[in-house]
């Protein structure tokens, strides 16, 4: 069974720091990844789908990275703004041919002004 | 419209009454999914679509809950005799077909049960 764990549960930071978060699963038998950032009472926004055949993936100042080998991956956030204070969750998926997906239970995120 | 659109965004029934709950897809997606979401918890997979067929109930919490999409597109996710413990946000998810593509997730809807 595909547990997926995301450590930290939660993390304050100042505003322009650089920050990690981290995303560990049992299985690593994947094909892909996915980012979220959930903001409170919305639903989930997709950021970043890393696949198997990727070691990262890039979009603005957002970097993830996957190391499928060690069950792992982390999402990089340069610069930290408020306007990124949410959730982060990683997916991954526990059958093939679809995005059946299982989630982390989140890192909450403060970027403090 | 652009994104996953759901509605009612929120929903309070009382225990015991039937609900519905729709999902408009991005057009052209073929694959819709449904999840449920507790309170301070990850989403939860309850079933998938692709087109009208519906090949992934497995995680459908009982028979009273079921889900369809008649003309693959728009899914309603129904609840029958709702129970407290059905309390939660309901999410819908969909994405072109195959495991290559991103999942796109609407706003949910918050469902509670008193």
């Known amino acids: 069974k595909q547990e997926v764990t995301q450590i930290p549960a939660a993390l304050s930071v100042p505003e322009g720091e650089n920050l990690v978060l981290n995303c560990s699963f049992t299985?690593?038998?994947?094909?892909?990844l996915q980012w979220f950032r959930q903001d409170p009472g919305k639903g989930l926004t997709s950021l970043l789908l890393i696949q198997s055949s990727q070691r990262e993936q890039t979009s603005g100042r957002l970097n993830a990275s996957l190391d499928k080998s060690s069950g792992r991956s982390t999402l990089y956030i340069a610069a930290s703004q408020p306007g990124d204070s949410a959730t982060y969750l990683c997916a991954v998926p526990i059958s093939g041919g679809y995005q059946k997906v299982t989630f982390g239970t989140g890192t909450k995120l403060q970027v403090i002004p | 419209g652009a994104g996953v659109s759901q509605s009612p965004r929120y929903k309070v029934a009382k225990r015991g009454q039937d609900v519905a709950l729709r999902c408009d897809p991005i057009?052209?997606?073929?694959?819709l999914f449904w999840y449920q979401q507790a309170l301070g918890q990850g989403p939860e997979f309850l079933t998938y679509?692709?087109?009208?067929?519906?090949?992934?109930k497995s995680g459908l919490p009982s028979d009273r809950f079921f889900a369809e999409r008649p003309e693959g597109s728009v899914s309603t996710l129904k609840i029958q005799r709702t129970q407290q413990e059905d309390s939660a946000v309901y999410l819908c998810?969909?994405?072109?077909?195959?495991?290559?593509?991103?999942?796109?997730f609407g706003n949910g809807t918050r469902l509670t049960v008193t």
């Open positions: 057009s052209g997606h073929v694959s």
């Open positions: 998810a969909s994405s072109l077909e195959g495991s290559y593509s991103p999942l796109h």
């Open positions: 679509f692709q087109n009208e067929a519906q090949l992934d």
């Open positions: 299985d690593s038998a994947i094909y892909n």
